[in-house]
């Protein structure tokens, strides 16, 4: 099924319009706090293949609106969590369990779950709200977020930067193999972390 080559052919197109910094700061944002949407690496991947000049622009821009919007959910955790029963907004969108997942690497690795969860697949805004439930201390949710979220971020844009062309027709030729993969890794990490 080419699902995810014709979702490719169309952010290609997205990544070249002239607002497409201000989209990519505003799907950071709002990625980060609370929407379920996908991670912003969908446009920052070719719009840093398309404009290879402006890379690392994009991965910086993309890193701190990344941050600011995980500070957002950080606070509706901290603030709002009972008094507007994001408990149930959870449950509602399909976070309860990765939620729950979230709240055990907490309990496990402190500081650590926000850096491992800015840099991986489990999405990074159960970790900020989850960050707020618990009051973590402010400023090193901050730097855990600054590092991890950047360290992915600028690591998305070095390899399509430095990629280039090859990178694109590589990336268009298996988008789909690799889309399909990703969804089965997710899947895999899903169902193990939650027999553990």
Do not use: C
């Not at 990344?66 to 950080?74: K, M, Q, R």
């Not at 990336?171 to 889309?179: A, I, N, S, T």
Request: hydrophobic fraction near 55%; proline fraction near 5%; avoid cysteine.
């Amino acid at each position: 099924m080419k699902l995810f080559s014709s979702i490719y052919e169309k952010v290609m197109v997205w990544s070249e319009h002239r607002f497409a910094p201000r989209y990519l700061v505003g799907l950071s944002f709002i990625e980060s706090s609370f929407f379920p949407f996908p991670p912003p690496d969908v446009m920052l991947a070719p719009m840093s293949l398309s404009q290879p000049q402006k890379a690392w622009f994009f991965a910086f821009i993309t890193t701190i609106a990344s941050v600011a919007g995980g500070l957002l959910g950080y606070v509706i955790g901290m603030f709002f969590y009972e008094a507007f029963s994001i408990e149930q907004v959870l449950k509602d969108v399909n976070y309860w369990d990765k939620f729950l997942l979230a709240r055990s690497w907490f309990d496990e690795w402190g500081f650590w779950a926000v850096f491992i969860a800015g840099f991986t697949p489990v999405p990074y805004k159960l970790f900020t709200i989850t960050a707020g439930v618990i009051s973590m201390s402010l400023i090193p949710f901050i730097l855990a977020s600054l590092i991890g979220r950047g360290a992915r971020f600028f690591l998305v844009a070095g390899l399509m930067k430095w990629g280039g062309e090859a990178m694109e027709a590589k990336l268009r030729k298996y988008v789909d193999w690799l889309g399909w993969l990703m969804v089965v890794l997710v899947v895999i990490i899903y169902f193990y972390l939650k027999n553990r």
